[in-house]
């Protein structure tokens, strides 16, 4: 079951100032989504439960940064809303 990815453009610019090995190791989390953005064993994937029921998935890459994503099933989109550095993560939301 592959997924497409959906990546807004001031993400994809954010992406692309990064250092060449943080950029590849990135890219390549954001295209394992595609072929399985639901959690498993792996543990790097976690589905979250916000306030009024609102459900957002959670990847963990390299220990460094976070990617806050959607599932559409229907129409089997991965919608990527951010990716940040763990330190922006927890300044953030506390987490």
């Given at each position: 079951?592959t997924?497409?990815?959906?990546?807004?453009h001031?993400?994809?610019?954010?992406?692309?100032?990064?250092?060449?090995?943080?950029?590849?190791?990135?890219?390549?989390?954001?295209?394992?989504?595609?072929?399985?953005?639901?959690?498993?064993?792996?543990?790097?994937?976690?589905?979250?439960?916000?306030?009024?029921?609102?459900?957002?998935?959670?990847?963990?890459?390299?220990?460094?940064?976070?990617?806050?994503?959607?599932?559409?099933?229907?129409?089997?989109?991965?919608?990527?809303?951010?990716?940040?550095?763990?330190?922006?993560?927890h300044?953030?939301?506390?987490?």
């Amino acid at each position: 079951m592959t997924f497409s990815l959906i990546l807004w453009h001031e993400l994809s610019d954010e992406i692309n100032q990064l250092p060449e090995k943080t950029r590849r190791i990135i890219k390549t989390a954001l295209k394992r989504l595609e072929e399985d953005p639901f959690p498993g064993s792996s543990g790097d994937k976690e589905k979250l439960i916000l306030r009024g029921g609102i459900v957002i998935y959670r990847l963990h890459i390299s220990r460094s940064y976070i990617v806050l994503y959607e599932i559409d099933q229907e129409e089997k989109l991965v919608v990527v809303q951010e990716i940040l550095s763990i330190e922006q993560a927890h300044k953030r939301y506390g987490y």
